[in-house]
């Protein structure tokens, strides 16, 4: 999470396509979460899909287990 908000501008500017892991249990470990996560990369205008394309639209499908997500800005 401190990573992607280091990068912020760099989100900004460019809009990477962007490739996840998230664990829920390892961000709450660093005073993070899935929701936050979530949350934070949709108010910049990422959209999340599962490596099938499904599109994630709650937050809680990202706090279930771990899984591996695609985000793009729209």
């Not at 809009?15 to 993070?32: C, Y």
């Amino acid at each position: 999470m401190e990573i992607l908000k280091g990068a912020e501008r760099t989100l900004q500017k460019f809009k990477p396509k962007l490739f996840l892991e998230v664990n829920n249990i390892f961000l709450e470990n660093f005073g993070s979460s899935a929701a936050n996560l979530f949350n934070w990369l949709s108010q910049r205008g990422y959209v999340f899909f599962d490596t099938h394309g499904k599109a994630i639209t709650d937050h809680v499908q990202l706090m279930q287990r771990q899984l591996d997500v695609f985000a793009k800005c729209t």
